[in-house]
Structures are given as C-alpha cells and as structure tokens.
C-alpha cells in the first residue's frame, strides 16, 4: 500500500491545485507545479500541446511501457463546496476532481521512481490540458506522447461519487459516450406582434422542432440502444410585441454505437428541416464531432480488476457505463486502454455530488486507493503480468 507519507504529499498537491483551478491550455501553474515535482523525484519531463507535460520513467530492467493519464484542467464554475482548499480564483472551479487525477498520478510518479532500478519497463506520465474542451488529448498524441517509448496499454482514473471511497469500478468495452454539437437555425420573416398573418413566426416553428428532436430517441432508436438528444439553449426573439426572424438552438448529442452515432445527422436535418417548412420557416442543421465513445478493452479491463483485487485488496465493481464523455477515447482508440473509476462516496464529508456540481467534494482518503490502481496498472503491464495483447 501507499506510505503516509506519499498519501500526505498527495493531498498537499490535491489542495494546492485546487485552491488555483484553470480552464483548458490556461494550466501554466498546474503544469508549473508539476514539473517542479517531477525535477524533486528525478523525473525527465517534456512540455508539450501547450500546457501539458509528459514525464518517463526508464526502469533498469527491460519490459513493457505501461502509460498513466491525468488530467489537470478545472472548469468555469464558481465554487460553493465549502471546503476548507475552496478555489481562490473567482468563477473558476475543479467540480471534476482533475486536481486529485493530477495528484494521484504525482503520488504514482514518486511510488515508481523510488524503485526504477528494480521496475521492468517504462512508465510514461501524462498529464494532460484541456479535457473539458477543446481537448488536450489529441494534441498530446500528434506530439508523440505514445510513441517514445512506445505505450503498449494506457490508463486513468476518474473520481465518482456513485462509488464508495475505498472501492475502483470498471466495466469491460464501452465507458463514456461520443458527444457531438447540435447548432439549429430556424428562420421565419419579422414583423408586428399585433399582424402575424404578416409575418412568419420562427417561435412556434421552433416549438415544435424542440418536441419532435424528441422522437429521435423515443421513436427512432432501437430502445435497447443509448442516445440521448439534449437542447442546452434556446435564443431568439426582440420584445414582446415584435415576431422573432430568427430562434437558435444548441444541444448535445451522446451515443455509443457508431452506426447510431453517424445516422443521428440526417434524422436531425429531416426533422428540422421538415418541420420548419410545415411552419413556413426554413430550417438549419450543423453538428460539431467531438469525442469518440471511451471503449475499454474488454480483456485487458477484465484481468486488471482481477489482478488489482487479488493484489492489493482494493474492491472492484462493475458500474454501468454514462452518457458523459472524456477524451481519453482518442488514447483508448490508438493503445490498449483501462478507465477505472474511483470511488469518492463519502455521505458524512458531504463527498456524494455529481461532477460539474458547484457542489462537488472530494472525499481524500480516495487519494491512496487511486495512487495504489494506478501504479498497480503500471507494474502489471511493466512486468508482463497484464499481457496487452490478450
Ligand atoms: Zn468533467
Ligand atoms: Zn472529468
């Protein structure tokens, strides 16, 4: 297990970035705070995709490079947490936990560089900017982070209040869903509140798009599938007594199976598009592709719970998987990958709030149990006892 002492850093580092969150490629402190730890445990580290820093431990003997992932970037929310480390900086908030994934992979970090001269293999450190958007993965992989060494198996944590603190859950195949930008135009003439027979009114119109976006899901989707159709915002219109021209919409679109995901466009546009005309409008449709589903490889998942378990005591559960997304996928679609989720459930610390919550607590004593998975993983697939390629 981790030594109090590696825990107590661990913590220390947690409340430090927590007090300072920054959004996405703005970690110039986060990432600072890192690399001055990997200089204390001897680490070589290099900057890369803006903000982000990738630190290699070489073992002294030969083996396989296992690659750990954290995330750092914090989100623009501001904080009622009441914690004691609450953000310093107005408007800006870690409702995710990226400050813990950054700590835990720090703690990892200073758990496998005391034994690099015994550890087979190569760790690979990334942490990474940018996960709430745009995206901090996809950058870090076109900057070779996978390549020298190359990562034979990749994987995370992420914290999750559905979970007991103490317990690890992971769930073989997919994880996190693909989530896609929905932006909708619907177009009508202006005119006078009092004459609409005048005009062309882009409200109602709009109205009943918003209701038949609904039937994607509820009519036209296999049942036993998952989608979900989200409008987030809805904008148009002067005053009271003038007819709106214009009324914008925006959404999020999840999914898992990618022959769902690639049919949702044209179902959109017939919709919009259709319904719009029944009203005398005219209708728009663009979607934004952001992440790809999060699948985990299903025999890699399966033997590192066993193994996480067998070898540490930690319990695993096998959680269902959520319509959220995270930009691991685009690790998880080039090396084999796990995403374990950590428990943070804790009723009594008030540590039972949803991610992106202004809410959201972090139970610490998760902190240990992450460090313990992670480096579990590393030494697995290090010395071959977790074999990539099942
Ligand atoms: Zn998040
Ligand atoms: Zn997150």
């Known amino acids: 297990m981790?030594?109090?002492?590696?825990?107590?850093?661990?913590?220390?580092?947690r409340r430090e970035i927590h007090?300072?969150?920054?959004?996405?490629?703005?970690?110039?402190?986060?990432?600072?705070?890192?690399?001055?730890?990997?200089?204390?445990?001897?680490?070589?580290?290099?900057?890369?995709?803006t903000t982000g820093v990738v630190g290699v431990i070489r073992g002294g003997r030969p083996g396989r490079t296992a690659a750990l992932r954290a995330d750092m970037d914090a989100l623009p929310i501001a904080e009622q947490s009441g914690e004691a480390c609450a953000s310093e900086?107005?408007?800006?908030?870690?409702?995710?936990?990226?400050?813990?994934?950054?700590?835990?992979?720090?703690?990892?970090?200073?758990?496998l560089a005391d034994r690099r001269a015994s550890l087979a293999g190569n760790v690979v450190l990334i942490f990474q900017p940018a996960e709430e958007?745009?995206?901090?993965?996809?950058?870090?992989?076109?900057?070779?982070?996978?390549?020298?060494?190359?990562?034979?198996?990749?994987?995370?944590l992420h914290v999750d209040p559905r979970l007991r603190t103490g317990a690890v859950g992971i769930t073989p195949g997919p994880v996190n869903a693909a989530a896609d930008e929905l932006h909708v135009s619907v177009r009508g003439r202006g005119g006078?509140?009092?004459?609409?027979?005048?005009?062309?009114?882009?409200?109602?119109?709009?109205?009943?798009?918003?209701?038949?976006?609904?039937?994607?899901?509820?009519?036209?989707?296999?049942?036993?599938?998952?989608?979900?159709?989200?409008?987030?915002?809805?904008?148009?219109?002067?005053r009271n007594n003038v007819i709106a021209d214009v009324v914008k919409l925006t959404g999020t679109i999840r999914t898992y199976d990618p022959t769902i995901?690639?049919?949702?466009?044209?179902?959109?546009?017939?919709?919009?598009?259709?319904?719009?005309?029944?009203?005398?409008?005219?209708?728009?449709?663009?979607?934004?592709?952001?992440?790809?589903?999060v699948v985990n490889d299903a025999a890699l998942a399966t033997a590192f719970a066993a193994q996480l378990t067998a070898q540490t005591?930690?319990?695993?559960?096998?959680?269902?998987?959520?319509?959220?997304?995270?930009?691991?996928?685009?690790?998880?679609e080039r090396v084999p990958a796990v995403v374990g989720r950590l428990g943070i459930r804790n009723e009594a610390l008030g540590?039972?709030?949803?991610?992106?919550?202004?809410?959201?607590?972090?139970?610490?004593?998760?902190?240990?149990?992450?460090?313990?998975?992670?480096?579990?993983?590393?030494?697995?697939?290090?010395?071959?006892?977790?074999d990539p390629a099942l």
């Open 351 to 386: 540590s039972i709030h949803s991610g992106h919550s202004p809410q959201f607590r972090l139970d610490e004593e998760a902190i240990p149990t992450g460090i313990s998975a992670l480096v579990a993983f590393a030494d697995a697939v290090t010395s071959g006892a977790l």
């Open 192 to 238: 006078h509140g009092g004459y609409p027979h005048l005009a062309v009114d882009a409200i109602p119109a709009t109205a009943a798009i918003v209701l038949a976006l609904q039937t994607i899901a509820a009519r036209e989707t296999d049942p036993l599938a998952s989608i979900v159709v989200t409008l987030g915002t809805i904008e148009g219109g002067y």
């Open 261 to 293: 995901r690639s049919g949702v466009e044209a179902k959109v546009r017939r919709i919009v598009e259709g319904v719009a005309a029944g009203y005398g409008c005219t209708g728009e449709v663009s979607i934004v592709y952001g992440y790809p589903p």
């Open 19 to 49: 007090r300072y969150p920054e959004l996405g490629f703005e970690e110039v402190r986060t990432s600072a705070l890192v690399e001055r730890e990997l200089d204390a445990l001897g680490i070589e580290h290099r900057r890369v995709a």
């Open 133 to 156: 958007g745009p995206g901090g993965a996809e950058p870090m992989i076109a900057a070779g982070v996978l390549d020298d060494p190359k990562v034979d198996a990749i994987a995370m």
């Open 89 to 111: 900086v107005p408007g800006k908030m870690h409702a995710c936990g990226h400050d813990a994934h950054t700590a835990m992979l720090l703690g990892a970090a200073r758990v």
């Open 313 to 332: 005591g930690i319990p695993v559960e096998r959680l269902a998987p959520t319509m959220g997304a995270e930009d691991f996928a685009y690790f998880a």
């Open 2 to 13: 981790v030594s109090t002492e590696t825990a107590a850093r661990a913590i220390e580092l």
